[in-house]
């Protein structure tokens, strides 16, 4: 999550499962053969605590990782990227729909067929000591916010109707139905309490109508992991769900009752749960099959140490997986790709500060069918070329130059001596990359290299929905 200083230093390396630390040091990695091309950066008013990112036709959405209370300009940024190397701010949404006291846009969806702009608005999860939120974040209800951005709207979104779920969500998937024209499913974990997952119908969303088809939840054996379920991904035909339960690890469920529309749906499991992979603490992210191939890709998100307070996260932070699922029942972890940083031996001599306020760790990945695109924090923007699931390597990397100075560091991530964040789910258009850093704002990107022509002739591509090229989100 944040670091130009020493990454700029070092070189990333992948690795095959099982091998020794020095065995991946002996494998690092020469100069990768491809790289990323700025076409702008926007500081967005060097505010700090950047979140996602949403997109429909040339416009870009931009939420918040924190509130508007002390916070300056911490409503959704709307620019204009019509012509992409020269984008210009159509508007900053503020309250009191947005850049309210004790709320965070932290996600957001756009819905093109409805031409919806879809905005999660956490307060439950609106931390003050890790996202600088103030004490009214712990009395509000999470809501999500749906506007119209048809026509004009597009530049200008027009709050149309709210939706607060019965169960707290902390991520949110979109599923369009591609059977069925004009339905769409938001599947959302819901972490904080006795249900994992929430499955609600926005068919009707532009007449303000929400429908709550069901919650699921299931029980892991072990009581010294964080059995939570972080975030998921659906296949396209809506019939299965991978899914990253942190410390419970990556396991697969049966969601096919959700999709084809049965009354009471349930949720079904795929793989045994004593058959689940698990890697301890703080355990898995995401969980992204990659298109038309038997894998998965998981990320872990591992903060620093933040002072002693994440007593199991800091060095060596988390990276990235592999997962075997040619048999769903019986899932394998086939390799990993890591940085430098990501390997026991650099903890021996990590300095303090970085140890406690940085993150040298994977998070957010978008995929094609042979590369991953992984926001990783303070190691940038990592493309890793997948042609070998078994042994992952580096395609290119991006690390922006990070601004001189924000309003709103963050305290758990940039507030130490590494000041890039690189954070949101990717979103590839008509061969661009757009994605957001906490600290430093949003950036326009076009790679070069190794299979280049997929990102080159994807329309659209993002990590969080099935909205795109069916070539790439297909089975």
């Keep these: ?26 494998r690092a990695a020469a100069k990768p053969p491809g790289s990323f091309k700025l076409i702008a950066h926007r500081s967005l008013m060097n505010r700090g605590m950047n979140a996602a990112i949403a997109m429909y036709r040339h416009y870009v959405y931009i939420g918040s990782r924190t509130d508007g209370g002390a916070h300056p300009n911490a409503g959704v940024f709307v620019f204009n990227v019509k012509d992409p190397a020269h ?16 709320e965070t846009s932290r996600e957001l969806r756009v819905w093109p067929e409805k031409q919806l702009l879809i905005i999660m608005n956490l307060a ?23 506007y119209d951005i048809s026509g004009k709207n597009a530049g200008h979104p027009k709050l149309l109707h709210e939706y607060i779920p019965s169960v707290d969500p902390h991520e949110m998937y979109l599923w369009d139905d591609p059977d069925t024209p004009g339905r769409a499913l938001m599947f959302q974990s819901t972490p904080g309490g006795n249900t994992q997952l929430l499955v609600t119908d926005i068919s009707d969303a532009r007449e303000g109508k929400f429908t709550e088809l069901g919650t699921w939840n ?12 972080h975030s998921l991904t659906v296949s396209n035909d809506g019939k299965l769900a991978y899914l990253a339960y942190l410390g419970g690890g990556f396991f697969i469920v049966d969601t096919s009752d959700f999709a084809e529309g049965k ?16 890697w301890g603490n ?87 069918k042979h590369l991953a695109i992984v926001t990783w924090h303070s190691g940038g923007l990592q493309a890793i070329d997948l042609t070998d699931p078994l042994h992952p390597t580096q395609a290119a990397e991006y690390m922006p130059e990070p601004l ?43 790679y070069h ?17 099935n909205l795109g090229d069916s070539r790439l989100i297909a089975p």
Excluded at 89 to 100: D, L, Q
Excluded at 263 to 273: D, F, N, S, Y
């Design 1 to 26: 999550m944040f670091a130009v200083a020493i990454v700029a230093l070092l070189v990333p390396f992948v690795a095959a499962l099982p091998t020794s630390a020095t065995a991946r040091t002996d």
């Design 87 to 102: 984008p210009h701010r159509t508007e900053v949404i503020g309250p009191p729909n947005e850049g309210n006291d004790g």
């Design 124 to 146: 439950s999860n609106c931390s003050p000591e890790i996202h600088e939120c103030g004490p009214s974040s712990q009395v509000k209800d999470d809501v999500y916010r749906f």
């Design 218 to 229: 299931t029980v892991i054996p072990d009581q010294e992991s964080d059995n939570r379920l």
């Design 263 to 278: 009354p009471k749906p349930e949720v079904g499991l795929v793989t045994p749960i004593q058959n689940r992979v698990h």
């Design 282 to 368: 703080p355990g898995a992210h995401s969980a992204i099959k990659l298109p038309r191939r038997h894998y998965v890709l998981t990320t872990d998100e591992v903060y620093g140490k933040f002072g002693g307070v994440l007593a199991e996260h800091g060095c060596p932070w988390g990276w990235v997986r592999i997962v075997d699922i040619k048999d769903p029942t019986q899932p394998k972890v086939v390799s990993d790709y890591k940085l430098p940083q990501n390997d026991p031996s650099y903890c021996d001599s990590v300095p303090e500060d970085q140890e406690n306020f940085s993150s040298y760790s994977s998070h957010n990945p978008t995929l094609t």
């Design 404 to 446: 001189p100075a924000v309003v709103t560091e963050d305290p758990a991530l940039s507030s130490g001596r590494d000041k890039v964040v690189m954070w949101s789910y990717p979103i590839i258009r008509n061969g661009l990359i757009y994605v957001t850093d906490i600290r430093n704002g949003f950036y326009i990107l076009k």
């Design 449 to 465: 290299g190794p299979y280049e022509g997929e990102v080159a002739n994807t329309h659209f591509l993002e990590g969080n929905s």
